[in-house]
């Protein structure tokens, strides 16, 4: 067709196009609006000129969303047993429905993973979220699957839906148009053109987004219309009206609307004004919760601020941009902030420009949301050697293993952390398990009884080496 924009990039340093900045979307749109359409919606968009596609390869995690994620908790879980996984999802307070989509995606790429990858010595699989779409009561999230096993994989899902109802990426094209469309995207990655045509539509249109231009983007993941070597590629497609539902209509329009986003206030930190802890001086250690901030971190933060105790808390990106108020508090209540990587993957596993990345997103996140940069960062599972990139920050690992993700134990989690209880050591938990949650007054009373004062890695450690890693005061490489 003339006009058409067919541009391909084969470079293994191309990332997927980044949404503009203008696509942020406010965040009260979505809270507080119900189903249905709102008085702040654009107008129903009219095709501005002739439907046109332009090709792009997907190389990376970064799928690019510069949204905004909208109030809600990001629930995370992590298998440590082998095959490794850990899974982000939100979990948004109304969208039922969605929610359950969203869980059922979630679980289905676990379970096949644990399944393929049984007998696996390494392998890996992170599942991370992006909000693809928040207003006028309609949400979209966008759930990333990646392994870092040997054939590296990147699949991604967006998934719809409003306080009643949702809608998968394929819903949002006519039923009548979606052979059509298939065989369009095959022109334009210059593939073969299916012969099931409604299995493709299966695999192909599983992810599609709008842009705030009204441009429709498909992201077709590897091996679902090309061969699987191919890798991933995003068709943008301008002026898509025609191929859209009722459902995509009402997507396109919500995308459309790019309410801004309020900006928070500064965070005044309370121990800003506390003396610290002279631990060279004092009986000292370090409580850590990682993986979070998830749905217990409240409960924590609120039995820690009673006790009046500090700790470290090495958050994930996702959940910092899924949770801002809960970096927030942690900040506010004087509490470490440290980097845990953005997909929790195994860092040894990683290109160094690909760790440096992990880790530089999260920061950023964490100074969006708190207005702090963190004081170190603890490689997931543990995992580093002395090639990982660190990102100009120190590592901090542990020398006093609760196994709280393990045991899901109050009592074993107490026992443990009080057992293993030295002077001048670093206690790891996880602020995503109930469990943890409920045995930390019982781990302080211990802990204070033993002469300690609960301090964070900071105040432990003082002045850190960046190129070093702490596993405790004394057990520094
Ligand atoms: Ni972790």
Request: aromatic share 6%.
């Amino acid at each position: 067709m003339p006009g058409d924009d067919l541009r391909r990039n084969e470079g293994p340093a191309v990332r997927l196009r980044r949404l503009g900045a203008s696509a942020v979307i406010g965040l009260f749109a979505l809270t507080a609006c119900g189903s249905g359409d709102s008085g702040v919606l654009a107008p129903t968009p009219k095709p501005s000129g002739p439907t046109t596609f332009s090709v792009k390869k997907i190389d990376g995690l970064d799928s690019g969303s510069e949204l905004k994620p909208p109030r809600t908790t990001s629930f995370a879980e992590t298998s440590w047993s082998k095959p490794r996984y850990t899974t982000q999802r939100p979990d948004v307070s109304g969208y039922d429905t969605l929610n359950a989509a969203v869980e059922k995606q979630v679980r289905s790429w676990t379970e096949t993973y644990t399944k393929d990858m049984a007998t696996a010595s390494q392998s890996d699989l992170t599942v991370t979220w992006e909000t693809a779409a928040a207003a006028g009561g309609i949400l979209g999230i966008r759930l990333i699957s990646h392994t870092t096993a040997a054939d590296a994989a990147l699949e991604s899902v967006t998934i719809y839906g409003d306080v009643e109802a949702t809608w998968t990426s394929a819903d949002l094209i006519r039923p009548d148009k979606r052979n059509d469309l298939i065989k369009r995207l095959a022109k334009e990655l210059k593939a073969d053109t299916p012969p099931d045509l409604a299995e493709a539509a299966r695999t192909a249109l599983t992810d599609i987004t709008f842009q705030p231009d009204g441009s429709m983007v498909v992201r077709v993941d590897q091996g679902a219309l090309l061969p699987y070597s191919e890798g991933a590629y995003s068709v943008t497609i301008q002026n898509p009206q025609q191929y859209l539902s009722d459902d995509g209509v009402r997507v396109m329009r919500a995308t459309m609307d790019t309410t801004t986003q309020p900006t928070l206030p500064p965070v005044t930190t309370s121990a800003a004004v506390a003396p610290h802890v002279d631990c060279t001086k004092t009986k000292c250690i370090a409580l850590t919760f990682d993986d979070g901030p998830g749905p217990y971190t409240s409960t924590v933060l609120d039995t820690l601020e009673k006790n009046n105790a500090k700790a470290t808390f090495f958050v994930l990106g996702p959940s910092v941009q899924g949770n801002p108020e809960l970096v927030r508090r942690i900040a506010s209540l004087g509490m470490d902030i440290g980097n845990h990587t953005w997909s929790h993957s195994q860092l040894t596993l990683l290109a160094p420009e690909t760790v440096t990345d992990e880790i530089n997103r999260t920061s950023a996140a964490i100074k969006a949301a708190a207005g702090v940069d963190p004081v170190a960062v603890r490689p997931p599972y543990g995992d580093f050697n002395a090639s990982t990139a660190h990102g100009g920050l120190p590592f901090v690992l542990w020398n006093d293993d609760t196994l709280d993700w393990k045991n899901r134990d109050a009592k074993q989690t107490t026992k443990l952390a009080l057992d293993q209880a030295k002077d001048g050591g670093i206690i790891l938990m996880h602020d995503i398990h109930a469990s943890t949650a409920a045995a930390l007054p019982d781990i302080i009373a211990g802990l204070k009884q033993r002469g300690y004062t609960l301090v964070t890695v900071s105040d432990l450690l003082g002045k850190m080496d960046p190129k070093k890693a702490y596993f405790s005061r004394t057990d520094v490489r």
